[in-house]
């Protein structure tokens, strides 16, 4: 499932939680969790690598998401990732390319819950530099989208 995302990255890492709802579930409340505090985080981001000069993707606009609004197929958005390849069934990969790094985000159903995947790509020197000052807040931003993907629907 991400193993063409995987040659050649520079990062990798996996973290799982168990839950109890479906793909599409998990996957709405991974990319519609948006707190305030994350908003900041991505204006910083944003003006850092307006700053440097860095082609990269805005800041992203999202607010909750239906799990039938999710979409599967290469080139459907999800928040401001573009899908790159999916199985409603199995897995969601998604991908941000900006000047830097190419980022994606991974999707997996495993047995009794799910498995979140970043993937980064350096495209030059700028790439691990930047991915050092947001590395920090990665961690933090992760972990609030395992939650809110684990978290029962009404």
């Not at 709405?28 to 000069?53: E, I, N, Q, T």
């Not at 080139?75 to 998604?94: I, K, M, N, Q, S």
């Amino acid at each position: 499932m991400t193993e063409p995302f995987l040659d050649g990255a520079d990062y990798v890492e996996f973290k799982e939680v168990e839950s109890e709802n479906s793909l599409r579930e998990f996957v709405a409340g991974v990319f519609g969790w948006s707190p305030a505090w994350v908003k900041a985080l991505f204006g910083v981001r944003y003006l850092l690598a307006k700053a440097l000069r860095l082609d990269t993707a805005a800041v992203p606009r999202t607010g909750r998401l239906r799990p039938e609004d999710i979409g599967f197929e290469p080139d459907d958005r999800v928040a401001f990732f573009t899908v790159r390849a999916g199985d409603p069934e199995r897995y969601l990969v998604t991908g941000v390319d900006d000047s830097h790094l190419t980022g994606y985000l991974t999707v997996e159903a495993v047995p009794r819950g799910f498995r979140l995947g970043t993937v980064v790509h350096f495209h030059n020197r700028v790439g691990p530099a930047y991915f050092a000052l947001i590395k920090p807040f990665h961690h933090l931003v992760i972990r609030g989208m395992l939650k809110a993907g684990a978290a029962r629907t009404a």
